[in-house]
């Protein structure tokens, strides 16, 4: 593999004193790190249409969708930062300044903090936060991973700056142990096809006002998006009569839906069977609220565990409040529900 041209990025403006405004112009000068998997088409949260837009100032996305998360991202940012340096003991300092790729001037790059290693080199600190949740996207078959839309970000970063190592801090709750930290090393193969996925994109669709094809696998994220740019449908509208390619997707969405309604009979017809096996059991437990079985093969454990749950009508609860503030019983319904389970151990191998 071919070692990278060791130039430093252009510095395009420093970003501590621009307002939001001034901001979000200079990023539509050219495809920034958060923009990488949008145009890749593995952004959970935008499409390459919608960035498309965003970049002619032509935004359809709606600024308030998210904003609390959006916020929290922001404040907690310094907060993040300061954990990871004493999770790691490196140095961590804030660059704000918007960066520019040394051959692709469109390529930018805000970072959140730079850090330097033990072997003197720099690296950059993407800082992020997310609920417990969400936790299992930095994990794969039970390995660490950056989640893809992240790694995207990430090496659109080290292309820019002409560094070799990311670190991701996210922090997922309210103490400095929850949180996961990460790191990838530069890859110029990937990098490579990026840029050039990235050239295209600004080329031959930004600049030439051309919106690029959905190529997300993201359904709902597509439509959504479609909800957002083609704007409410007209009943008046004349009919629009589909080419012969077109009406494949006609045909196959009609395959496919009927491929769900045959599922859900299925899923239907397992469930109201595996009904019909808890009555059993349970008739064959009488009164007990547990029972067991053992072969060769292991052992089995049913448990029925009754579960009462006290309610009251909307309507009963005014009555209760303003006519008998003191008598809560004769306003009470009590519902009972069971909690059935069967659980199987496998025998143990012999030695």
Aim: proline residues 5%.
């Amino acid at each position: 593999m071919e070692e990278p041209d060791r130039r430093p990025p252009n510095a395009v403006t420093p970003t501590n004193e621009l307002s939001r405004e001034d901001w979000l112009a200079f990023r539509r000068k050219g495809i920034g790190g958060s923009d990488a998997a949008a145009v890749l088409g593995i952004s959970p949260f935008r499409t390459g249409v919608d960035l498309y837009y965003d970049k002619l100032g032509q935004s359809v996305e709606d600024d308030e969708q998210n904003w609390v998360a959006k916020e929290m991202g922001t404040l907690l940012e310094d907060l993040v930062a300061r954990i990871f340096a004493k999770k790691t003991g490196l140095k961590v300092c804030s660059m704000p300044v918007m960066f520019q790729h040394a051959d692709h001037p469109w390529m930018l790059a805000d970072v959140d903090r730079l850090v330097t290693m033990p072997d003197g080199k720099t690296a950059i600190l993407e800082c992020k936060t997310t609920n417990p949740n969400a936790v299992s996207k930095w994990e794969y078959d039970g390995k660490p991973i950056v989640p893809q839309y992240y790694e995207a970000q990430g090496r659109h970063y080290m292309a820019v700056m002409n560094l070799d190592r990311v670190y991701f801090c996210c922090l997922y709750g309210n103490s400095e142990d929850e949180v996961i930290i990460r790191s990838i090393d530069r890859d110029l193969d990937y990098e490579s096809e990026l840029i050039a996925l990235e050239e295209n994109f600004w080329t031959n669709h930004v600049q030439a006002k051309v919106p690029p094809p959905y190529i997300e696998g993201n359904g709902a994220l597509v439509l959504e998006s479609l909800r957002r740019c083609l704007g409410p449908s007209y009943k008046d509208a004349p009919p629009v009569s589909l080419t012969d390619a077109q009406s494949e997707n006609v045909r196959r969405y009609v395959e496919m839906r009927e491929q769900k309604s045959a599922a859900n009979a299925f899923v239907k017809q397992v469930e109201n069977q595996m009904e019909l096996l808890k009555a059993r059991i349970i008739t064959d437990m009488g009164g007990s609220w547990s029972a067991g079985y053992e072969d060769g093969n292991g052992s089995y454990a049913v448990t029925v565990k009754p579960s009462r749950r006290v309610s009251i009508l909307k309507d009963d609860l005014l009555r209760l409040k303003d006519a008998h503030p003191d008598i809560y019983g004769q306003y009470v319904t009590v519902s009972e529900s069971q909690t059935f389970n069967v659980k199987f151990t496998a025998a143990q191998a012999a030695a």
